[in-house]
């Protein structure tokens, strides 16, 4: 039985030994030294870097603002990043001493990846989709099954699947009728070190249940998801009686060991019950979540092992790298030490190699996301959305509401009246009357959330708004009002107030926080506190973003998986014209003692 310990003692003299080595951010290996047949010899390293959560960055580009990302802590992303950080550790390490794995979500999260899915679909093109075409060229050895996969549907996924030179891992998903593996479950790969018998690392895939929900459209009668806890206990003994001397397994889940949905399925979020339930894992690459966990470690219940988890923030902003140390006891290898880092991509420049292959793809998406996908008949936007009710915000509602309402037909709940909720998170959107671009839909949702539906009473509505209105600063009858002063009170950010659509109400920002909402109506009459709802609503909501009071605990109806700015784009490129005629409705106002704040 293997046994893994925080930083061992070996590990500490190499450290110091290779500081400068380590000045470059990458950690230091121990080399192999020579001994006999027999008794215990001197440890060896090997590596294993990870990806997770991908989403379709190849370069260090934002195809919605048409300029590279970046963000508040000026993170880079993409796979060509990554690249240069893999070459560095080969280089580190001895190439023939690591290997490199992913974690899922892979296809699916740019306009890249939507394009070859949707607009050129590589399954019926036949084009090498470019997350194939990059991972193939950084010599990957597996990747995962992320819930994302399956959006598309089973036969892109299979495509895609095809065209990689490395297994794609699933332990838990089942063919619907057989109940057979539907995917390969785990791979063994060799790591031959100079001098030393080859050591055998078993990599096994897992991903979180969800996708049975998520895409219930896509996978229902075709895979069933089992829960991945119960796989890991078939396959990792499976794996150590098939020779594998280290078990990494690559869990495309969370630590957290919360669950998105009810009791239907086994836990979402399983990595930490994996390490603390399953003896003979070393090592966890988890996923799911976009955490930054650079190293923790967790028990084993049944063996007191200690098991490494790690998990890379997504898009490529970060490389899990996972160090094994390895004695010989008897013939046989032992891991004796295992630590794990994350480097960090915002520190290298671009593998050319990389770049190059998906230069031809990428400038061919860009030229597609600047191109009018419709037509408006008016100008609408977003400047006054935090003091008065808008059109380009109740477009957004009405997107939502519809989403979730569509997804709502057929099952219990289908006759639940539809609320939305929106925040105004850029002051400058604006869709400009005539023709409009992908990039003009993107710029009015900046954030790529997904669209949420949930179960809310109409008391717990009245609360929500409540709360919301608290982004006022107040201000007596009669006052002047400066729109400049009047909001982000207490430093509230544009992004935590949220208006409501499919509702009446106004907001007497006279009285104090806690008691503005006023008149609240639905269908023209008083909202009844008991009423039922579904209310559409994104991901960062849904999970407590804001801290919004019931919304974090209500019943999740829908969880589609889809960015919202997504469907803003589907929206206008189904129906050809965005007209306020049809979907405005001015519905809330600010008030204070009844009298209007604005005309």
Same mark, same amino acid.
């Given at each position: ?335 004796? *030490? =295992? ?11 671009? /593998? $050319?190699?990389?770049?190059?292959? !998906? #230069? &031809? ?106 709360? *919301? =209105? ?11 009002? /400066? $729109?400049?002063?009047?909001?982000? !009170? #207490? &430093? ?108």
């Amino acid at each position: 039985m293997s046994q893994s310990f925080p930083r061992g003692h070996r590990r500490a003299a190499a450290a110091v030994a290779l500081g400068c080595v380590a000045a470059l951010g990458l950690a230091p290996a121990a080399t192999a030294a020579p001994g006999g047949a027999q008794g215990t010899q001197d440890p060896v390293t090997i590596t294993v870097m990870g990806t997770s959560d991908l989403h379709g960055y190849i370069e260090n580009w934002d195809y919605f603002t048409n300029a590279e990302y970046d963000d508040a802590a000026h993170n880079d992303v993409g796979l060509a990043k990554v690249s240069t950080l893999v070459n560095q550790v080969r280089a580190d390490r001895g190439e023939g001493s690591t290997l490199l794995i992913d974690n899922g979500d892979t296809i699916q999260g740019t306009s890249l990846t939507d394009y070859y899915a949707n607009v050129e679909p590589v399954d019926e093109t036949g084009e090498t989709h470019p997350m194939a075409a990059a991972m193939n060229a950084m010599g990957y050895d597996a990747t995962t099954l992320g819930n994302h996969e399956f959006n598309y549907g089973v036969p892109l996924l299979r495509t895609y699947e095809d065209q990689l030179d490395f297994p794609l891992l699933g332990a838990n998903v089942k063919d619907w009728d057989t109940g057979e593996d539907a995917f390969t479950p785990y791979v063994i790969r060799t790591v031959k070190l100079k001098g030393q018998k080859p050591i055998r690392v078993g990599i096994l895939g897992l991903t979180t249940p969800g996708s049975a929900i998520w895409d219930k459209n896509n996978v229902e009668g075709e895979l069933r998801f089992e829960g991945m806890v119960e796989q890991a206990q078939k396959y990792v003994p499976e794996m150590k009686a098939a020779g594998a001397d280290v078990v990494v397994v690559s869990s495309h889940s969370g630590p957290s060991g919360t669950s998105s949905y009810g009791g239907g399925l086994p836990v979402e979020n399983a990595s930490t019950l994996l390490a603390e339930q399953v003896p003979g894992i070393d090592a966890i690459l988890a996923g799911h979540e976009h955490q930054e966990i650079p190293e923790r470690f967790v028990t084993n219940r049944q063996t007191g092992e200690q098991v490494l988890l790690t998990e890379p923030k997504n898009w490529g902003m970060r490389l899990s790298v996972m160090d094994f140390e390895l004695t010989k006891v008897r013939g046989q290898w032992d891991v004796t *030490s =295992a630590n794990s880092e994350l480097l960090n991509t915002n520190t290298v420049e671009a /593998d $050319p190699k990389i770049s190059a292959i !998906a #230069a &031809g793809q990428h400038q061919r998406v860009i030229e597609y996301v600047n191109t009018a996908i419709g037509t408006a008949t008016a100008t609408m936007s977003a400047a006054e959305s935090r003091i008065r009710d808008t059109a380009v915000m109740d477009f957004v509602n009405e997107v939502q509401a519809g989403a979730v309402d569509r997804a709502l037909d057929g099952t219990p709940n289908a006759d639940l009246p539809v609320l939305s909720i929106v925040a105004p998170f850029n002051r400058a959107a604006v869709i400009p009357q005539g023709p409009v671009t992908i990039r003009d839909m993107a710029g009015l949702y900046v954030f790529p959330n997904t669209l949420f539906g949930v179960e809310m009473t109409g008391a717990q509505v009245k609360d929500y708004l409540e709360y *919301s =209105a608290k982004y006022f600063n107040q201000s007596a009858p009669g006052t002047p009002v /400066d $729109p400049a002063t009047l909001t982000n !009170a #207490a &430093g509230t950010p544009d992004y935590n107030y949220d208006m409501m659509s499919g509702v009446s109400y106004g907001i007497d920002i006279s009285k104090p926080v806690g008691q503005r909402i006023t008149d609240l109506s639905y269908a023209g009459a008083p909202i009844d506190p008991t009423q039922r709802f579904a209310v559409a609503t994104n991901n960062y909501r849904q999970s407590g973003g804001g801290n919004f009071p019931h919304i974090a605990t209500a019943p999740v109806l829908v969880n589609q998986t889809t960015e919202i700015r997504q469907l803003l784009i589907d929206y206008l490129i189904a129906e050809g014209t965005i007209d306020p005629a049809d979907f405005f409705v001015e519905n809330w106002k600010l008030t204070r003692d009844g009298e209007p704040v604005f005309d």
